[in-house]
């Protein structure tokens, strides 16, 4: 008796531990999301140059503006839990657009910069990547639409587009970090940060990319079990 008393109580202790876990990791999210941010903004300066719009902008759009509607649906660390999924899914969607918006800006930033310098475009692999991520996550922007206004898909089923929208908003947001952690190997900024500080740097979208990517795949495999 003594020992089904202590195997309930190790159950019962897992799960609170799981549930910790997972609202710690979304916090962090959160955390690191607006650190970087922050960080970048005080090492670039916006406005001081036409270069340093660049990464301002694109830490904005994808360090904060990204991660953050991604975070909307998370079950454990949304900052609008308590509203309805169709408000989530429209704040979702602006903060997406908010997310190109800066984007375009910060290729345009960085492109009208080279042309004054007369240096060469997309030579690098953060560059060539750079603007294959603001193409995707501009198409991916328009691709939701039908998911707001459903009249536009109609005959089309709706649970299926969603997952493919997750699908493809996850592969667009690791595309966006990963070009974040390539344009933390560039020349501006491993000169203005120390080598600790670059490991910490290169840490953010590091963490949020795996917590990012591990909240979307529990949502789909929740929702298969639950269908099944």
């Not at 910790?20 to 941010?37: K, M, P, Q, Y």
């Not at 080279?114 to 691709?143: E, R």
Request: glycine content about 6%.
């Amino acid at each position: 008796m003594l020992s089904n008393m202590a195997h309930s109580k190790e159950t019962e202790a897992e799960p609170r531990l799981f549930a910790f876990a997972r609202v710690a990791s979304a916090v962090l999210t959160h955390f690191l999301g607006i650190s970087l941010t922050g960080f970048v903004a005080l090492l670039a300066r916006p406005g001081t140059s036409w270069f340093s719009w660049h990464p301002f902008l694109m830490t904005l759009a994808f360090s904060f503006f990204m991660t953050e509607a991604i975070l909307l649906f998370s079950p454990h660390g949304s900052p609008m839990r308590r509203f309805s999924y169709k408000v989530k899914r429209r704040v979702h969607w602006m903060l997406q657009c908010a997310c190109v918006t800066c984007a375009a800006l910060g290729l345009a930033a960085i492109f009208y910069n080279k042309h004054l310098h007369g240096k060469p475009h997309f030579t690098s692999w953060h560059g060539l990547l750079g603007v294959i991520t603001v193409c995707v996550v501009a198409v991916q922007s328009l691709a939701a639409v039908p998911l707001i206004y459903h009249s536009l898909v109609k005959g089309w089923s709706l649970a299926k587009f969603k997952r493919y929208h997750a699908t493809s908003g996850l592969v667009t947001y690791l595309f966006g970090s990963v070009s974040l952690l390539l344009g933390l190997t560039s020349g501006w900024f491993t000169k203005s940060v120390g080598d600790a500080t670059w490991y910490l740097a290169a840490l953010c979208p590091i963490l949020c990319a795996l917590i990012i990517m591990n909240q979307v795949t529990s949502a789909y495999v929740a929702k298969k079990r639950f269908q099944s």
